[in-house]
Nanobody, 124 residues
Framework: QVQLLESGGGLVQAGDSLRLSCTTPGRTFNRNAMGWFRQAPGKEREFVAAIRWSDMFTYYSTSVKDRVIISRDNATNMGYLQMNSLKPEDTAVYYC?????????????????WGQGTQVTVSS
């Protein structure tokens, strides 16, 4: 059963932009926070950004904070990750995650729902 569903990944060139989307198919989003993580081949899962659903407080990884924007649309239960000025090192599978008791935004185990990921590939 798919709990979160990501979309919007693809193959782009360095300098391009992408907007990733995340939704909860068939039901209302009922967690307090949504986060985005990524995992490149041979590397650990890395935190990218998170948003508190109620007041849209946001938190970013320092490595991407000048190039990404996380947002949400409560009416449509959609979360988004806008990524600009993409670099080859941004190449990874991007995962959407959600949690109700997120203490540390950047800790994967604080999130209890995950999507299957969407591939982002940035060519130089």
């Amino acid at each position: 059963q798919v709990q979160l569903l990501e979309s919007g990944g693809g193959l782009v060139q360095a300098g391009d932009s992408l907007r990733l989307s995340c939704t909860t198919p068939g039901r209302t989003f009922n967690r307090n926070a949504m986060g985005w993580f990524r995992q490149a081949p041979g590397k650990e899962r890395e935190f990218v950004a998170a948003i508190r659903w109620s007041d849209m407080f946001t938190y970013y990884s320092t490595s991407v904070k000048d190039r990404v924007i996380i947002s949400r649309d409560n009416a449509t239960n959609m979360g988004y990750l806008q990524m600009n000025s993409l670099k080859p090192e941004d190449t990874a599978v991007y995962y959407c995650a959600a949690g109700s008791y997120v203490i540390r935004w950047d800790r994967p185990r604080d999130y209890d729902l995950w999507g299957q990921g969407t591939q982002v590939t940035v060519s130089s």
